[in-house]
C-alpha cells in the first residue's frame, strides 16, 4: 500500500505545514508501518491534480491513498488527479478555511488524528463531472461536493478577498461576505436545460448544484443532498427580495429551510443526473467549484454514480494495524 500526503501551505493562511507532516512521520512510527509513504507540497493550482495524476500512471495495480491536506480546493484538486484509477482513493486532512467536504461525514471518525487516517475505511461515493470552455479552454473536470452559482459565488469571492485582512477567520469571512454581498443582490441570469427540458430560463439569487449537503464554511444550504445516491440536488433560489431573503437566511445557514412554511415562494428544488447550465443574456458567468471560482460560458454535468473512492477515518485509532 502506498500513501500520498499533498499538503497545501497556503491553506487555512498559510499556518506553518511542519507540525502537520510530523504527525504524518509520528503516526507511522508509532503504529509500527513501514509503509510506503510520500509527503508532497503543492506549490501552485494545479499543482496537486498534476502530482497526483503523475503518481497514480505509475501504480501498476498496486493500492494507493492520496491525501489532500488543505481546505476543498485542495481536495478538488486530488480528486482531478486520481480519477479513473481504481487503486487509488482519496482522504481528507481539513486544514483550509471552509472545509464544506468533511462536514457530510460527522459519524466518522476525526479528520486531523493521522492515526485514523492512516487506519481509514474506504467508501465509495459519488462525483459530478462537468464539460465546458472553463477558464478559457474546453475541458472536462470533476466536483466533488457542490456548485455554486449566482450570490453564493459572489460570497465565496469576497470571502476570499476578506481573509487576506489580518484577524478574519474563516468562517468569519463567510458571515461578513454573506452581507456584503447581500448588499449588492447582484444574482444571475441562467439557462438551465435537463434532457432538453427547460427548467429556467432568466433571473434567480443563486442556484447551487449539490452532491453535498454544505458550502461556504458550514453553511447547510443543501440539506437534502446525500453523496452517494446517485443523483445531486439543484438548488433554485428566487429572485425574491431583500427583504425576503434576509427573513430566509438564518433558516439557510442551519439547513432548517426545507421545513419552513414558505419555502415554496423562496426556493425551488429539483434532482437530476444530467444538466446543462448557461448564462442567460451574457456570455460568460463565474462558477464557484468545490470553493474555487473558474469562468465559463456554460457547463454540462452528469452524475457519475459511486465515482470515487473516499477515506473515512477509523473512529478508534489504536484498534489495531494495517
Same mark, same amino acid.
Given at each position: 500500500?502506498?500513501?500520498?500526503?499533498?499538503?497545501?501551505?497556503?491553506? !487555512?493562511?498559510?499556518?506553518?505545514?511542519?507540525?502537520?507532516?510530523?504527525?504524518?512521520?509520528?503516526?507511522?512510527?508509532?503504529?509500527?508501518?513501514?509503509?510506503?509513504?510520500?509527503?508532497?507540497?503543492?506549490?501552485?493550482?494545479?499543482?496537486?491534480?498534476?502530482?497526483?495524476?503523475?503518481?497514480?500512471?505509475?501504480?501498476? !495495480?498496486?493500492?494507493?491513498?492520496?491525501?489532500?491536506? !488543505?481546505?476543498?480546493?485542495?481536495?478538488?484538486?486530488?480528486?482531478?488527479?486520481?480519477?479513473?484509477?481504481?487503486?487509488?482513493?482519496?482522504?481528507?486532512?481539513?486544514?483550509?478555511?471552509?472545509?464544506?467536504?468533511?462536514?457530510?461525514?460527522?459519524?466518522?471518525?476525526?479528520?486531523?488524528?493521522?492515526?485514523?487516517?492512516?487506519?481509514?475505511?474506504?467508501?465509495?461515493?459519488?462525483?459530478?463531472?462537468?464539460?465546458?470552455?472553463?477558464?478559457?479552454?474546453?475541458?472536462?473536470?470533476?466536483?466533488?461536493?457542490?456548485?455554486?452559482?449566482?450570490?453564493?459565488?459572489?460570497?465565496?469571492?469576497?470571502?476570499?478577498?476578506?481573509?487576506?485582512?489580518?484577524?478574519?477567520?474563516?468562517?468569519?469571512?463567510?458571515?461578513?461576505?454573506?452581507?456584503?454581498?447581500?448588499?449588492?443582490?447582484?444574482?444571475?441570469?441562467?439557462?438551465?436545460?435537463?434532457?432538453?427540458?427547460?427548467?429556467?430560463?432568466?433571473?434567480?439569487?443563486?442556484?447551487?448544484?449539490?452532491?453535498?449537503?454544505?458550502?461556504?464554511?458550514?453553511?447547510?444550504?443543501?440539506?437534502?443532498?446525500?453523496?452517494?445516491?446517485?443523483?445531486?440536488?439543484?438548488?433554485?433560489?428566487?429572485?425574491?427580495?431583500?427583504?425576503?431573503?434576509?427573513?430566509?437566511?438564518?433558516?439557510?445557514?442551519?439547513?432548517?429551510?426545507?421545513?419552513?412554511?414558505?419555502?415554496?415562494?423562496?426556493?425551488?428544488?429539483?434532482?437530476?443526473?444530467?444538466?446543462?447550465?448557461?448564462?442567460?443574456?451574457?456570455?460568460?458567468?463565474?462558477?464557484?467549484?468545490?470553493?474555487?471560482?473558474?469562468?465559463?460560458?456554460?457547463?454540462?454535468?452528469?452524475?457519475?454514480?459511486?465515482?470515487?473512492?473516499?477515506?473515512?477515518?477509523?473512529?478508534?485509532?489504536?484498534?489495531?494495524?494495517?
Amino acid at each position: 500500500m502506498k500513501y500520498y500526503f499533498f499538503v497545501n501551505p497556503v491553506a !487555512g493562511k498559510g499556518k506553518n505545514p511542519h507540525p502537520l507532516v510530523e504527525k504524518i512521520k509520528g503516526a507511522f512510527a508509532d503504529l509500527g508501518m513501514e509503509a510506503d509513504y510520500r509527503i508532497y507540497r503543492t506549490e501552485a493550482v494545479g499543482d496537486g491534480t498534476k502530482k497526483a495524476r503523475a503518481l497514480a500512471e505509475n501504480l501498476k !495495480g498496486e493500492p494507493a491513498r492520496f491525501y489532500a491536506c !488543505g481546505g476543498d480546493g485542495t481536495v478538488n484538486e486530488i480528486v482531478n488527479g486520481i480519477y479513473g484509477f481504481e487503486e487509488a482513493s482519496f482522504g481528507i486532512v481539513p486544514i483550509g478555511s471552509g472545509n464544506d467536504t468533511v462536514r457530510n461525514f460527522p459519524e466518522t471518525g476525526d479528520f486531523l488524528d493521522m492515526k485514523s487516517q492512516i487506519l481509514a475505511e474506504e467508501k465509495p461515493m459519488d462525483l459530478m463531472e462537468y464539460s465546458g470552455i472553463i477558464d478559457g479552454v474546453q475541458q472536462t473536470r470533476y466536483c466533488v461536493n457542490m456548485f455554486n452559482i449566482g450570490f453564493d459565488c459572489d460570497v465565496v469571492r469576497m470571502a476570499a478577498e476578506l481573509r487576506e485582512k489580518p484577524l478574519i477567520s474563516g468562517s468569519l469571512s463567510y458571515l461578513m461576505a454573506i452581507f456584503g454581498t447581500f448588499v449588492k443582490k447582484e444574482g444571475i441570469s441562467l439557462d438551465i436545460v435537463e434532457d432538453g427540458k427547460v427548467l429556467k430560463q432568466g433571473k434567480l439569487l443563486l442556484c447551487a448544484i449539490s452532491n453535498g449537503s454544505f458550502c461556504g464554511g458550514g453553511i447547510k444550504s443543501a440539506p437534502q443532498s446525500i453523496v452517494d445516491d446517485g443523483i445531486f440536488d439543484i438548488n433554485m433560489v428566487k429572485d425574491v427580495s431583500r427583504r425576503e431573503f434576509l427573513k430566509f437566511l438564518p433558516y439557510y445557514q442551519k439547513g432548517t429551510h426545507l421545513n419552513h412554511p414558505k419555502v415554496d415562494e423562496v426556493l425551488e428544488i429539483r434532482t437530476s443526473k444530467s444538466l446543462s447550465v448557461k448564462p442567460f443574456g451574457v456570455d460568460t458567468m463565474n462558477i464557484c467549484v468545490d470553493g474555487e471560482i473558474e469562468e465559463t460560458c456554460g457547463i454540462d454535468i452528469r452524475m457519475i454514480e459511486k465515482g470515487i473512492k473516499i477515506l473515512l477515518p477509523a473512529k478508534n485509532s489504536l484498534t489495531g494495524k494495517n
